[in-house]
């Protein structure tokens, strides 16, 4: 089986930089993905790593190290916008299909 | 233009009723799947279709039924309903399924079922 491991709550201020974390176990690892879900929304997708290393989209970058089985989303410049829900994803195994972690609550304050 | 409808989007009903949840996209995808989200906010995998074919059927009691009419539909019949299936459930696409790279799924906007 697959589980994932990820805070269920971070704050932060508007302005600053947040980086939240993800573990993962699992056999036949792909990728792991970063959604955000906002209170009462659908989950969005934000990133996909299939390689080590650092992915930057704008504010938003993510991080994979395939041999600790780790990942980060990093949000700069937070916004209160930036307030949501942050879900990993890790796909792995016969399919593509994700797993989804717990998710971590994103609280930005002014 | 909506990418993923999913209808209706609230659903009130007393338990041992009979309801369906239908799901559309327009994206051109090939696999379509159900998520249950629960007050926690866990997403847990429910099915998967690809081509219309089921290819993933997690640990759902048969009380729910996906039917899947064409590669663009994949709607959720559940029977029975119990107070356990209270939750919101989605609908999501994307491109394939058994290839490489990057697949993001595009997610309905939800299915917020209460059983009273």
């Known amino acids: 089986g697959q589980s994932l491991e990820q805070p269920s709550e971070v704050t932060a201020v508007e302005g600053a930089i947040v980086q939240i974390n993800c573990t993962y176990q699992?056999?036949?690892?792909?990728?792991l993905s970063w959604y955000q879900q906002h209170d009462g929304g659908a989950p969005t997708f934000l990133s996909y790593?299939?390689?080590?290393g650092l992915e930057e989209t704008g504010r938003f970058s993510s991080f994979l190290s395939r041999s600790d089985s780790y990942g980060y989303l990093l949000l700069q410049e937070l916004q209160m916008k930036d307030s949501a829900s942050y879900f990993c994803?890790?796909?792995?195994?016969?399919?593509?299909?994700?797993?989804f972690g717990r998710g971590t609550s994103l609280i930005v304050h002014p | 233009d909506t990418a993923v409808s999913q209808t209706p989007k609230y659903l009130v009903t007393q338990m041992g009723n009979d309801k369906s949840i239908k799901c559309e996209q327009n994206?051109?995808?090939?696999?379509m799947y159900w998520y249950k989200q629960d007050s926690k906010k866990f997403l847990k995998i429910m099915f998967s279709?690809?081509?219309?074919?089921?290819?993933i059927n997690e640990t759902v009691p048969n009380r729910f039924s996906p039917k899947s009419p064409d590669k663009a539909h994949l709607n959720l019949h559940i029977n029975s309903l119990e107070l356990g299936d209270s939750a919101v459930y989605f609908c999501?696409?994307?491109?394939?399924?058994?290839?490489?790279?990057?697949?993001?799924?595009?997610f309905g906007d939800g299915t917020r079922l209460s059983i009273l």
């Open positions: 999501a696409s994307s491109q394939g399924l058994l290839t490489p790279s990057n697949q993001p799924q595009h």
């Open positions: 699992t056999s036949g690892f792909y990728g």
């Open positions: 790593n299939a390689l080590d």
């Open positions: 994803a890790v796909s792995a195994g016969g399919s593509y299909i994700p797993t």
């Open positions: 994206l051109g995808h090939d696999t």
């Open positions: 279709y690809n081509n219309k074919e089921l290819i």
